[in-house]
T-cell receptor, first 111, second 115 residues
Framework: SQQGEEDPQALSIQEGENATMNCSYK?????LQWYRQNSGRGLVHLIL?????REKHSGRLRVTLDTSKKSSSLLITASRAADTASYFC???????????FGQGTRLTINP | EAQVTQNPRYLITVTGKKLTVTCSQN?????MSWYRQDPGLGLRQIYY???????DKGDVPEGYKVSRKEKRNFPLILESPSPNQTSLYFC??????????????FGPGTRLTVL
């Protein structure tokens, strides 16, 4: 069964605006990761946040994690056309090796 | 360059004709995995391997086989493909290391069509 569920399923914004995507999960996790997928291509790892962390930054990316609500958000600031892609959250349960992916958010940046 | 390679990238075949999709990684990763991606269903794990000669079923293993005879290779075998196996397939790998990086590296994908 899918552990992570992204919200919204699709998001369309203007270039330069910020994009926020959310991920909810069901069980205790070891870490939560975000991946990007350009159309029809392999997923690329963006950022990982561990269960004992609350916020993490990487360039224009900011990830937050609220373990009490079992949710995470990915913020992309000052969006660019090249950010157009699908974004997936993936969770790894404590004690497990498997990564479980959500169904993704399709982000479109309009020039 | 650290990478996961898959071959072929595109394949059109007919029902029942055995095929193998190869996967190879050059990062000395212990963990390798196969996923299929279908519209509306996201990525679903087919099989995974924790190390050489250690494989296990994922969420959707029916109709697939794998082997892990060498650390770098993890082929996906469809003994008798059916149209419902038409999908986009991804191989991935990473280290198995508690406290270490969990970054999973993906191959470029294999688009399979079974007629």
């Amino acid at each position: 069964s899918q552990q992570g569920e992204e919200d919204p399923q699709a998001l369309s914004i203007q270039e330069g605006e910020n994009a926020t995507m959310n991920c909810s999960y069901k069980t205790s996790i070891n870490n939560l990761q975000w991946y990007r997928q350009n159309s029809g291509r392999g997923l690329v790892h963006l950022i990982l946040i561990r269960s004992n962390e609350r916020e993490k930054h990487s360039g224009r990316l900011r990830v937050t994690l609220d373990t009490s609500k079992k949710s995470s958000s990915l913020l992309i600031t000052a969006s660019r056309a090249a950010d157009t892609a699908s974004y997936f959250c993936a969770t790894r349960k404590a004690g497990a090796q498997k990564l479980v992916f959500g169904q993704g958010t399709r982000l479109t940046i309009n020039p | 360059e650290a990478q996961v390679t898959q071959n072929p990238r595109y394949l059109i075949t007919v029902t029942g004709k055995k095929l193998t999709v190869t996967c190879s990684q050059n990062m000395n990763h212990e963990y390798m995995s196969w996923y299929r991606q279908d519209p509306g269903l996201g990525l679903r794990q087919i099989y995974y391997s924790m190390n050489v000669e250690v494989t296990d079923k994922g969420d959707v293993p029916e109709g697939y086989k794998v082997s892990r005879k060498e650390k770098r290779n993890f082929p996906l075998i469809l003994e008798s493909p059916s149209p419902n196996q038409t999908s986009l397939y991804f191989c991935a790998s990473r280290f198995v290391r508690e406290g270490g990086t969990d970054t999973q590296y993906f191959g470029p994908g294999t688009r399979l069509t079974v007629l």
